[in-house]
């Protein structure tokens, strides 16, 4: 799924071989742009409602077909357009594609207002959580360690919001840094602070008080580490 120009080259499909000498042709007649598609009287448009952004719905006026879409030295593919446009007006006349022909155009569609909702995650999480892209050598390992992260930071805030109970989030400031709302960073320290001095282990001392060094200064200890990068 993924937007596709209003100019673009679309084909028909190629047509069967006739057993001639030569290469068999990859692709058919030139069909027309989906731009020139926006004017042309013979076009087929539907008026359908479909999910929209913010869970509302919307009336949208939306065209499709098959097609084959051919670049040179690259095989040809089969694809679903999709060209959209607002009887109101509100937004410019866009076109979508799938590589899956079978795919309905609503579902494409509604699968491409979705993808929003993923963009914004990714942007917000690298904004507010410092979540970088990720830059190991194996792709599992590139597509394990963001939804690691992701869910790391749901369970340390299905934690926080847990041990809180609707009090106020305690807001760590410094003398040349203020701020007036906690941050990430607030919320992973106060989960630290509960579950570092917990025994996790059956085996460990039935007294989890008694340490090694005095109280105060392991308190002291714990609550610099919880505020550590």
């Not at 030569?22 to 999910?51: E, F, I, M, N």
């Not at 906690?182 to 106060?190: G, I, K, V």
């Not at 008694?210 to 308190?219: D, R, Y």
């Amino acid at each position: 799924m993924t937007r596709l120009r209003l100019d673009a080259a679309l084909y028909d499909p190629a047509p069967p071989s006739t057993g001639q000498r030569g290469r068999p042709r990859k692709k058919g007649a030139r069909q027309p742009t989906l731009a020139a598609r926006l004017t042309d009287p013979a076009t087929s448009w539907q008026d359908t409602t479909v999910r929209w952004y913010g869970g509302t719905t919307r009336s949208v006026r939306r065209a499709s077909a098959t097609a084959v879409w051919y670049h040179s030295g690259l095989p040809p593919v089969r694809i679903r357009w999709v060209l959209m446009c607002d009887p109101a007006g509100k937004f410019e006349p866009q076109a979508l594609l799938s590589t899956n022909p079978e795919t309905t155009p609503k579902q494409m569609v509604e699968w491409f207002v979705m993808r929003w909702q993923l963009e914004v995650t990714f942007e917000e999480a690298r904004a507010h959580l410092g979540i970088e892209t990720q830059r190991q050598w194996s792709d599992l390992a590139i597509l394990r360690t963001t939804p690691v992260l992701l869910e790391l930071f749901s369970l340390v805030t299905l934690f926080a919001h847990q041990l809180l109970q609707g009090e106020k989030l305690p807001v760590r400031q410094a003398a040349w840094y203020t701020k007036t709302l906690p941050t990430f960073s607030d919320t992973l320290a106060l989960v630290r602070q509960q579950l570092w001095p917990v025994s996790i282990s059956w085996m460990s001392p039935e007294e989890p008080d008694m340490v090694k060094i005095p109280k105060a200064l392991f308190t002291r200890l714990t609550d610099a580490l919880a505020y550590a990068a």
